[in-house]
């Protein structure tokens, strides 16, 4: 029992407390107590490693009712991730050492250890026997609120005992702030009437910040890609779908989105001798009697629209000895109309390309593509292909128009491209090889997309590159760091044991690294390299863009378990570029999460490699955002530079609300502050196909014909099309002095240098108006008419939209900031 019992007492009488109470406190804590260690039976150990605690070994008490001090990294998101059985001893060396089955036979463990139990060093997997239950170390079965529970029992100082539950307890309280909602509001804010602010604009407190604060993260997930951004009409034209691809959808083959119409034809797969070897099946199209036709009908249908020209494409050559012939190519609508029609001749025995082009006389939202020989016979097709004329830009197998104008829309700084999971995959095998994304259409390699379907590469590196350019945006491709997905489901080379085939992160084999570094260095090379003089330049050259791309950053890695095997292949994909091209900026990786191992082992390895910028990602719930505005101004400012590549706020049922975006437009008039060190940012996941989604929320959602930006679309836009390269320090003074509301009101100002436009940026996040008073010691030289745009609306919200119209400024001005909203007023610089 405690020594300081006396003095205690003594000190708490000065302080005018009872003897009694204090006797009572202190007489209760013991030194020592059993500390009872187990992961619960019933979801095998998923909702990790937890303790009860004893005075006696007899009578237990849960410590902060059942807290997880430690989960499973290992296996694929949900259903994977088991802790069965934990064994947790400390070791003569002060640590903590915690075991665990991955699986119900115990021949793989998952080990892990710590200096207090609360923070853990990262997961290894390996092949082991059952360990020998330590000497200190009691195996047990307690009762505990009425569960039988199996697990371990040692002594503890009870001091253990009371910073597990201080931890959990902190860890409650963020919890309950992170969980803060505006349906609470009404409670939470009873009574509240208009605040009243004085926002003070310091222009005498400058400081530069990134331009590049606003950009955009492409990835191929919810049908971004094939069937969404990429302009192609036809789906699967390359007749490459495999059972592998469509793990939702158990009728993918190579002839999915096809099929014969009418009668005396058949349709069959080839593989001899086909086009390429990357593209190794293609159709066969036996036709006994003329009328039949092979129809494509596109993703979900083909959208044309009257007066619209549409090029048409394949690669076709006759089978048999007829001669072939005539081939009609028609465009028509569900009820049977024909609404395009063009002719090609198919008569060579040897692959051959035919075009023609279709000029739509209707609009159609889900025509289909019809291939018609007009003489009996047996054909070969493939790369059958359907491009809109009119794409972004003009571009021949360009970019869907309406789409990448409301990206462009967004004025974003930079690009990130291909992913996400999608750049490092699921599985070695699945890594996305840039090389095998460019060249001729028909060569490319087509690609199983992690996401469950198939990606044609038809919008490849080359074409990431240009849709870049033609936005005026930086081309930021990620590749992996030689190791895929942390959360792999295939195959890895460095397999545990019995889950060789699922599980873990693994990586390309080390003799294997050298060829994929040079993979990389060729990247470069291929954006930037001399047309003339350097063999991937002279590819970009032939691919038609002599011009370098002008590439300045690249990222290695894409949220990764950071362990020796990650380590090892980044550092020697780091060095090769370093080496070779210190003019581009690295962007290395820290995990999927704002906090927890990989977070600060990727922070600790960025800072010993002197990585130049991290890639953060983290997806929280808007009442995160709100109560972590103070997350940058901690950065030291020494370190890498943060790239915020993927964030979103989320809600249950995943919505793209008023409530969602104007927590990320407060959070972001943070990120504005610390512009300093957070060089660039990316919401995430960018589109998503109505009916193909996988992931929600998205930033705009779109179908055939439509394109339906979210709210969070628009605080995006607004700070797109209001970045500033000046950050101009401000104060904000409230008539209320509560700490929930203040948290809701966040303010920004800019300076835009090309322009010298001043922005301000007022986010309201109160369910009442706040009614400011701004300060700007000089307006001199500047518009005093300025332009106001203002995004509001209930929290539930999702089809508002921004309102922009002209008001008044002057070096003190008022302005009501709605109810739940974010204003920017541009002030812009007198042109005179
Ligand atoms: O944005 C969706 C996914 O989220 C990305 O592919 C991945 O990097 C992250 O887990």
């Not at 902190?170 to 309950?176: L, T």
């Not at 969980?179 to 605040?195: H, M, S």
Request: some cysteine; charged content about 25%; proline content about 5%.
């Amino acid at each position: 029992m405690k020594k300081t019992l006396l003095s205690l007492a003594i000190a708490s009488l000065a302080a005018g407390q009872s003897v009694c109470a204090a006797v009572e406190k202190v007489y209760n804590e013991p030194d020592s107590v059993y500390i009872f260690s187990y992961a619960h039976p019933e979801d095998e150990g998923r909702s990790g490693l937890k303790f009860a605690w004893s005075p006696d070994g007899d009578k237990w008490l849960s410590v902060s009712d059942g807290f997880a001090y430690l989960k499973c990294d290992f296996g694929r998101w949900g259903a994977e991730k088991r802790m069965i059985k934990p064994l947790l001893e400390k070791a003569e060396d002060g640590r903590w050492y915690c075991r665990w089955q991955l699986t119900p036979s115990g021949k793989v463990w998952g080990t892990s250890h710590s200096s207090d139990l609360l923070k853990w060093a990262p997961q290894q997997y390996v092949n082991a026997e059952k360990p020998a239950v330590p000497r200190l170390v009691t195996a047990r079965q307690i009762v505990l609120d009425k569960d039988t529970l199996n697990g371990y029992m040692q002594k503890v100082p009870y001091a253990d005992i009371e910073q597990l539950i201080r931890f959990a307890e902190h860890k409650k309280f963020r919890d309950i702030q992170n969980n803060e909602r505006t349906e609470q509001d009404a409670v939470r804010f009873a009574g509240l009437k208009p605040v009243a602010a004085t926002i003070r604009v310091d222009t005498g407190r400058v400081k530069p910040i990134s331009e590049h604060l606003i950009g955009i993260f492409f990835e191929d997930i919810n049908y971004g890609a094939d069937g969404g951004l990429y302009a192609e009409l036809v789906q699967n034209r390359d007749f490459e779908y495999s059972a592998k691809d469509g793990a939702r959808d158990k009728n993918w083959n190579s002839t999915y989105a096809w099929s014969i119409q009418g009668t005396d034809a058949e349709l069959s797969v080839s593989e001899d001798s086909p086009i390429h070897a990357n593209n190794a099946h293609y159709a066969v199209l036996e036709v006994h009697r003329p009328g039949a036709a092979l129809v494509n009908n596109g993703f979900d249908g083909i959208a044309v629209k009257k007066g619209e020209k549409y090029d048409f494409s394949v690669f076709s050559k006759v089978l048999d000895d007829t001669k072939g012939g005539k081939v009609l190519v028609r465009l028509t609508t569900k009820d049977g109309k024909e609404i395009a029609q063009a002719a090609i001749r198919v008569s060579s025995t040897e692959w051959k390309k035919q075009k023609a082009v279709l000029t739509a006389t209707a609009d159609a939202a889900d025509a289909v593509l019809s291939v018609c020989p007009q003489m009996a016979g047996k054909y070969a097709l493939d790369m059958v292909s359907l491009f809109p004329q009119n794409t972004f830009k003009g571009r021949k197998n360009g970019l869907r128009a309406d789409l990448t104008q409301t990206l462009a829309d967004l004025h974003p700084r930079f690009v990130r491209f291909p992913g996400g999971c999608v750049a490092h995959g699921d599985g070695v095998d699945n890594i996305y090889d840039w090389k095998g994304s460019i060249g001729a259409l028909e060569e490319r390699k087509p690609l199983r997309n992690l996401w469950g379907y198939h990606q044609t590469r038809g919008l490849g590196y080359h074409e990431y590159f240009l849709f870049c350019e033609d936005m005026g945006a930086e081309p930021v491709p990620v590749v992996a760091a030689g190791v895929p997905c942390q959360n792999s489901g295939t195959c890895s080379h460095h397999s545990v044991g019995e889950l060789g085939c699922g599980g873990q992160q693994g990586g390309i084999p080390m003799e294997e690294m050298p060829q994929y570094v040079q993979d990389v260095l060729d990247l470069i090379e291929y954006a930037n390299g001399d047309a003339k003089k350097t063999v991937w330049g002279k590819k970009r050259a032939q691919a038609g863009h002599p011009k370098p791309f002008n590439l300045k950053y690249i990222g290695i890695g894409n949220e990764d378990l950071i362990t020796d095997i990650f380590e090892e292949r980044f550092t020697m994909i780091f060095n090769a570029v370093k080496e070779k091209y210190p003019e581009v900026t690295v962007i290395g990786t820290v995990g999927p999460f704002y906090e927890g191992s990989d977070y600060e082992e990727g922070w600790k390895f960025a800072t010993k490699m002197g990585i130049p910028m991290v890639d953060e990602h983290y997806y929280n719930t808007p009442g995160w955002f709100i109560n972590n505005q103070d997350f940058y101004d901690r950065y030291d400012r020494n370190k890498a530079k943060v790239y915020l590549g993927e964030y979103a706020a989320h809600l249950p049922g995943r919505p793209n609300n008023i409530e969602t975006a104007l927590a990320e437009a407060l959070y972001l008039t943070s990120v504005e502050r610390n512009a300093d060190v957070v060089t660039m940012t990316s919401y995430a996941p960018l589109l998503a196909k109505e009916g193909h989604t996988q992931w929600n929320p998205d930033l705009i959602y779109f179908n055939n014909t439509e394109v339906k930006p979210t709210v969070g679309y628009y605080a995006q836009q607004m700070y797109g099309q209001n970045a500033g390269s000046e950050y101009i320090a401000s104060s904000v003074t409230l008539d209320n002095v509560q700490d929930a509301v203040k948290k809701r009101i966040g303010v920004s100002v800019v300076r835009d240098g090309k322009t010298g436009d001043m922005i301000v940026k007022l986010v309201n996040l109160l369910p009442v108006a706040v009614n400011a008073q701004v300060e700007l010691p000089s307006l001199e030289g500047m518009n005093t008419t300025a332009v106001k745009t203002v995004l509001a609306g209930k929290p539930t919200d999702q089809q508002v939209r921004p309102v922009s119209g002209t008001m008044e400024v002057s070096e003190k001005f008022g302005y009501e900031l709605p109810a739940y909203s974010f204003t920017v007023i541009r002030i812009n610089k007198n042109e005179k």
